[in-house]
């Protein structure tokens, strides 16, 4: 094998790398694989692949689950290019306030979303209660590029509430974004490349705003708030029967229920282990001061226990899941007496923490247990949001014990249910900006006719290659299709992690459910065409975005 691909630009870095995604499920070993050190590295390697036939895929951390980046089974000799902007494309600038501008921030997108953090963190002039700057929300990951979460909509969970009300969206990050340089051909006919730079309200900008790799972003400029302090409260006592009861018409809102806490604070999040009756259930609360009992953290990555597993323990449950699935309830449990201990260890009490944003939002680190996702983000009113997690979590109570009829135990690691707004763009500091047409957190006409204003955002986990599990996720997917329908509300697919799956094939190979996807953005063909429009050359695409990028 020669050194470089043919002609390769002399002066860029480039070599073969194995391409992996998250759960390992997509391996692709030598893949021709650049570091720019720029803009202009990156324009130069673009008018290298039209001239060699190459597409150009733009690589992170590799931290995601669909096939966006490589599909699986690319063969060894494919004429792709990845791009890795995390060696070079990093650079992070701070854009004080000035005049009527708040402060902003300009990010080479192969920077991670740590170092973004820490990065804020550290500017002055900030009026929070913690130095610096924050966004409202953000990812629970550090590792993962600016470039992927925007590329994908990411998102955190939080709505305003008594506790926080930012004058700022609680949608998508890519609702932040203010302006952004992408590598484009830029006349109709022409498949040279060059960088441009697009302004949020232009028109063509919302194109790029959540594009999944569809296109080759090199920076962005976003907004971002004062930064502040949160507090974090784990409970593993709640019953799941007080966290996930039906509301009835005399009480929408049941005391204890998940939805009761979203209207005090805004923050939640529900991690529940099958088979169990109690879940880690986290709120978080703006506190500008520390509350008292409440331990100070001044870093993030504060939960050790689910951190930092063994290795043995992985293995232990592919074991057990692999030879006598029937025991995944015992697990199950045993997985939620070692969360419940974690958290409350008398010693090193971790089930109340506060601490500048980033150090309690962000918990997620590479050395977790790696599992796969489905995930959706069902669009609806507030006020159906409790009745939303408790069809939900009787669905899943349901589908799993009629799984376990058959000994089949498709899922042996959480679910989770986080909130947020929509991608309201008139919390957006640009004139005319428009939201990104393809977020699963984009208002459509029918979310404001039918005024939802909320996104609940629902995953279930489980070890790759459990038995059981395509079956187990085709049901709930077309339960999500068939019960959130007409003014109940709407499910979306959560791009980074599984949708469209078919009982014998897994994710992202359901036609119709694809279908489904395009018919829901009311503006995905002017999204498919504009991104063409900029893409004269086909550079920025692979096997799934070409099925799913149809008019
Ligand atoms: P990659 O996986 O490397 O790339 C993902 C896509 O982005 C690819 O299509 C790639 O081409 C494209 N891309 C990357 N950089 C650029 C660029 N500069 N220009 C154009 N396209 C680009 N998401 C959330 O929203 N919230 C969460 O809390 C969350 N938690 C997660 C937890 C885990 C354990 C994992 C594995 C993922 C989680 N995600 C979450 C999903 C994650 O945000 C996305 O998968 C994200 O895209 C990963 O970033 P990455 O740098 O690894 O991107």
């Not at 502040?228 to 593993?236: G, I, M, P, V």
């Amino acid at each position: 094998m020669s050194q470089t691909p043919p002609n390769f630009p002399a002066n860029i870095e480039v070599q073969q790398e194995t391409f992996e995604n998250w759960d390992g499920v997509i391996n692709v070993p030598n893949v021709w694989t650049c570091a720019p050190k720029s803009g202009a590295d990156v324009v130069t390697v673009c008018n290298w692949a039209v001239s060699e036939g190459y597409t150009v895929r733009a690589r992170g951390i590799m931290h995601s689950w669909s096939p966006l980046t490589l599909v699986s089974g690319t063969p060894a000799n494919a004429k792709v290019l990845l791009v890795d902007t995390t060696k070079y494309l990093t650079a992070l600038k701070f854009i004080p306030a000035s005049g009527n501008q708040s402060a902003q921030v300009n990010a080479q997108l192969g920077a991670t979303m740590l170092q973004l953090m820490e990065f804020l963190e550290q500017q002055a002039g900030g009026k929070g209660a913690a130095t610096g700057y924050s966004f409202p929300h953000i990812p629970a990951p550090g590792n993962l590029t600016v470039g992927g979460a925007l590329a994908i909509d990411a998102h955190g969970s939080a709505v305003p509430s008594p506790a926080d009300d930012f004058n700022a969206s609680y949608g998508s990050l890519s609702n932040q974004i203010l302006a952004f340089t992408a590598v484009v051909t830029n006349s109709a006919n022409s498949t040279v490349y060059s960088l441009r730079t697009f302004q949020r309200g232009e028109g063509d900008d919302k194109a790029f705003l959540t594009h999944l790799g569809r296109a080759f972003l090199i920076d962005a400029t976003l907004q971002i708030v004062d930064n502040y302090n949160l507090r974090c409260q784990s409970f593993t006592n709640i019953p799941n029967a007080t966290l996930f009861q039906a509301p009835t018409a005399s009480t929408p809102v049941p005391a204890g229920s998940v939805a009761s806490y979203v209207a005090q604070t805004g923050r939640i999040e529900v991690i529940c282990y099958p088979f169990t009756d109690t879940c880690w259930f986290k709120v978080w609360t703006n506190s500008p001061t520390q509350p008292s009992g409440s331990v100070a953290v001044n870093q993030p990555y504060n939960y050790p226990f689910s951190d930092n597993l063994p290795g043995w323990v992985t293995n232990l449950l592919k074991l057990v899941t692999s030879g006598d699935p029937s025991l995944t309830p015992t697990l199950s449990s045993a997985f939620m007496t070692i969360t419940s201990l974690g958290l409350n260890n008398i010693f090193a009490p971790l089930n109340d923490l506060w601490g500048p944003s980033k150090d309690v939002l962000i918990y997620i680190k590479d050395t977790t247990l790696k599992v796969t996702a489905n995930g959706y983000a069902v669009r609806l009113a507030r006020t159906n949001l409790q009745k939303s997690i408790a069809d939900f979590a009787t669905e899943f109570n349901s589908l799993l014990k009629s799984y376990q009829g058959r000994n089949l135990y498709p899922v042996n690691a959480p679910f989770e249910i986080r909130v947020t707004s929509l991608d309201d763009p008139a919390k957006v500091a640009a004139k005319n900006a428009q939201s990104p047409v393809i977020s699963a957190l984009t208002p459509e006409p029918i979310d404001i006719q039918n005024q939802w204003d909320t996104a609940v955002w629902f995953d279930v986990l489980t070890l790759p290659g459990t038995s059981g599990e395509n079956e187990f996720y085709s049901d709930l997917e077309a339960w999500f299709t068939n019960t959130f329908t007409g003014t109940y509300g709407r499910p979306y697919p959560e791009w980074s992690k599984g949708w469209a799956y078919t009982p014998t094939s897994g994710p992202w190979t359901n036609a119709a459910y694809m279908q489904t996807i395009r018919d829901s953005f009311t503006n995905w063909d002017w999204e498919v065409a504009t991104l063409q429009k900029y893409d004269q050359g086909n550079l920025f695409t692979n096997a799934l975005l070409t099925q799913l990028f149809v008019p």
